[in-house]
C-alpha cells in the first residue's frame, strides 16, 4: 500500500510516497481502505516542524479521512463490512472532555495519520458518514468539521436570531457559517480578500468585512450585531483577538481554535474582564462530537466547501495549497478508486 510519510526531517521537501505491507487488523480493529484525506493547517504545521518540532520521524501525515471497510476483527460489532466510514482524530477521545491521554492518540502526530491507502482503526475510533456525502466530502469532517460545530452549537449553544462573526474562509470558519446559517443566526464573515467575502455572501453570510480594507473591523463587525455579537469563531490568534474583543458583545464567547496570525499576544484584559467576556479554547472533540456534528449534518443537508482535490501523487502541492493561505474551503487529496 501507499502511504505519505515525512522521512529524513522536516520540510515539504521530504515528503515521500513510499510502499508499505498491507497491515492485518487485530480482534477489536477493522481494516479500512482510504479514498479520501482532507488537508489541516495542523498537517502543515507538522510537516514544518512547527507543531511539534520534537515529533519522532518517520511520520505518515493527515489527521482526516473518509473510507470503506474491507476487513474485520473476529470481535467487532460496531461496524460492518462495507460500512463508509471516518476514524475520529483522537482515537482514545470517545466522549467527555479532552484528556490528556486523548492528547496523546492523534492522528497525523504523534500517531501515524491519515494519508495511507489502508487504516488498521479500533472499531471504537470511528463513525459511520453521512449517507448524502461522497468520500470526499466526508472526509473534511474529522477536524474542521467537529471542531466547527462543537464550538458554535455544543460550547457556545448559538441560536436562531442571535449573532456569529467568524474569520476567514478555511474549512472551519466556512463550516462554522453552514451551521449558524442552518441554525437561523445573523453571520458577519471577516476575509483579507474581497473576492472570498463576495463568496462567503453566496454562501448565506449576512454581512461581509474585508480586513485589508478596514484592518480595525472589530467596532463595525459588532455594530452589524447590534450589541455585538453572541459569539466569534477566532482562528487567526494573536493577530485577529483584539478585534474579536472588540466584536463580541457583553457576556459573550470568542472559540479560540486557530493562531493563524500568531501564538502570542499583548492583550489589553480589561475589556474582557468588564464585559464579562468568555474565551474558550477549542480542540476538536470527541467521537460524540462527531456523532452528534453528523446528526446535525443529515438533517440539515450540509455540505462541505472544497476548493480543491489532489491526487496523492501531487501530495505536495496540496500541502503548498494549504499552507499558501489562497483556498476558499477544504483542499483534498484522493486515493485513486
Same mark, same amino acid.
Given at each position: %500500500?501507499?502511504?505519505?510519510?515525512?522521512? &529524513?526531517?522536516?520540510g515539504?521537501?521530504?515528503?515521500?510516497?513510499?510502499?508499505?505491507?498491507?497491515?492485518?487488523?487485530g480482534?477489536n =480493529?477493522?481494516?479500512v481502505r482510504?479514498?479520501?484525506?482532507s488537508l489541516?493547517?495542523?498537517d502543515?504545521? %507538522?510537516?514544518?516542524?512547527?507543531y511539534?518540532?520534537?515529533?519522532p520521524?518517520?511520520l505518515?501525515?493527515?489527521s482526516d479521512?473518509?473510507?470503506?471497510?474491507i476487513?474485520? /476483527?473476529?470481535s467487532?460489532?460496531?461496524?460492518?463490512?462495507?460500512?463508509?466510514?471516518?476514524? !475520529?482524530?483522537?482515537?482514545?477521545?470517545?466522549v &467527555?472532555?479532552?484528556?490528556r491521554d486523548a492528547l496523546?492518540?492523534t492522528?497525523? &502526530?504523534?500517531?501515524?495519520?491519515?494519508?495511507?491507502?489502508?487504516?488498521v482503526?479500533d472499531?471504537q475510533?470511528l463513525v459511520a458518514?453521512?449517507?448524502?456525502?461522497?468520500?470526499?466530502e466526508a472526509a473534511?469532517l474529522?477536524c474542521?468539521g467537529?471542531?466547527?460545530?462543537r #464550538?458554535?452549537r455544543?460550547?457556545?449553544?448559538? =441560536?436562531?436570531? =442571535?449573532s456569529l462573526?467568524? !474569520?476567514?474562509?478555511?474549512g472551519?470558519?466556512?463550516?462554522?457559517?453552514s451551521?449558524?446559517?442552518?441554525?437561523?443566526?445573523?453571520i458577519v464573515?471577516?476575509?483579507?480578500?474581497l473576492?472570498?467575502?463576495?463568496?462567503?455572501?453566496e454562501?448565506?453570510?449576512?454581512?461581509?468585512?474585508?480586513?485589508? =480594507?478596514?484592518?480595525?473591523?472589530g467596532k463595525?463587525?459588532?455594530?452589524?450585531?447590534g450589541?455585538?455579537?453572541e459569539?466569534?469563531?477566532?482562528?487567526?490568534?494573536? /493577530?485577529?483577538?483584539?478585534e474579536?474583543v472588540r466584536a463580541? *458583545?457583553?457576556?459573550?464567547?470568542?472559540?479560540?481554535?486557530g493562531?493563524?496570525a /500568531? &501564538?502570542? #499576544?499583548e492583550l489589553?484584559?480589561?475589556p474582557?474582564l %468588564?464585559?464579562?467576556?468568555r474565551?474558550?479554547?477549542?480542540?476538536?472533540?470527541?467521537r460524540?462530537s462527531?456523532e452528534? %456534528?453528523n446528526?446535525?449534518?443529515?438533517k440539515?443537508?450540509?455540505r462541505?466547501?472544497?476548493?480543491?482535490?489532489?491526487a496523492?501523487?501531487d501530495?505536495?502541492?496540496?500541502f503548498? *495549497?494549504v499552507a499558501?493561505?489562497?483556498q476558499?474551503?477544504?483542499?483534498?487529496?484522493?486515493?485513486?478508486?
Amino acid at each position: %500500500m501507499r502511504v505519505v510519510c515525512l522521512r &529524513g526531517g522536516f520540510g515539504f521537501e521530504n515528503l515521500t510516497l513510499e510502499e508499505r505491507p498491507l497491515p492485518t487488523c487485530g480482534k477489536n =480493529q477493522v481494516l479500512v481502505r482510504v479514498r479520501a484525506v482532507s488537508l489541516n493547517f495542523r498537517d502543515v504545521l %507538522m510537516a514544518r516542524g512547527e507543531y511539534n518540532p520534537r515529533q519522532p520521524l518517520p511520520l505518515v501525515l493527515g489527521s482526516d479521512a473518509a473510507g470503506e471497510v474491507i476487513e474485520r /476483527g473476529p470481535s467487532v460489532t460496531r461496524v460492518r463490512l462495507g460500512d463508509r466510514v471516518c476514524p !475520529i482524530f483522537a482515537e482514545r477521545w470517545l466522549v &467527555g472532555s479532552v484528556t490528556r491521554d486523548a492528547l496523546r492518540s492523534t492522528r497525523g &502526530g504523534p500517531l501515524d495519520g491519515t494519508l495511507s491507502e489502508f487504516l488498521v482503526v479500533d472499531e471504537q475510533a470511528l463513525v459511520a458518514a453521512p449517507s448524502h456525502l461522497d468520500f470526499t466530502e466526508a472526509a473534511c469532517l474529522p477536524c474542521a468539521g467537529v471542531t466547527a460545530h462543537r #464550538a458554535v452549537r455544543e460550547l457556545g449553544g448559538l =441560536q436562531a436570531g =442571535q449573532s456569529l462573526v467568524t !474569520i476567514g474562509t478555511g474549512g472551519v470558519s466556512l463550516f462554522a457559517l453552514s451551521f449558524a446559517r442552518a441554525l437561523g443566526a445573523n453571520i458577519v464573515v471577516v476575509s483579507r480578500s474581497l473576492e472570498k467575502a463576495e463568496r462567503a455572501r453566496e454562501l448565506g453570510a449576512t454581512h461581509t468585512l474585508c480586513s485589508r =480594507q478596514t484592518p480595525s473591523w472589530g467596532k463595525l463587525a459588532r455594530d452589524l450585531c447590534g450589541e455585538g455579537a453572541e459569539q466569534v469563531v477566532e482562528v487567526g490568534g494573536a /493577530g485577529t483577538l483584539a478585534e474579536s474583543v472588540r466584536a463580541v *458583545r457583553p457576556g459573550g464567547t470568542i472559540l479560540l481554535i486557530g493562531v493563524l496570525a /500568531g &501564538g502570542i #499576544a499583548e492583550l489589553d484584559l480589561r475589556p474582557i474582564l %468588564m464585559q464579562d467576556v468568555r474565551i474558550q479554547g477549542v480542540f476538536v472533540g470527541s467521537r460524540a462530537s462527531f456523532e452528534a %456534528m453528523n446528526e446535525f449534518v443529515s438533517k440539515h443537508a450540509v455540505r462541505p466547501v472544497i476548493d480543491r482535490v489532489f491526487a496523492v501523487e501531487d501530495v505536495r502541492a496540496a500541502f503548498e *495549497r494549504v499552507a499558501s493561505g489562497e483556498q476558499f474551503g477544504k483542499v483534498c487529496i484522493e486515493f485513486a478508486m
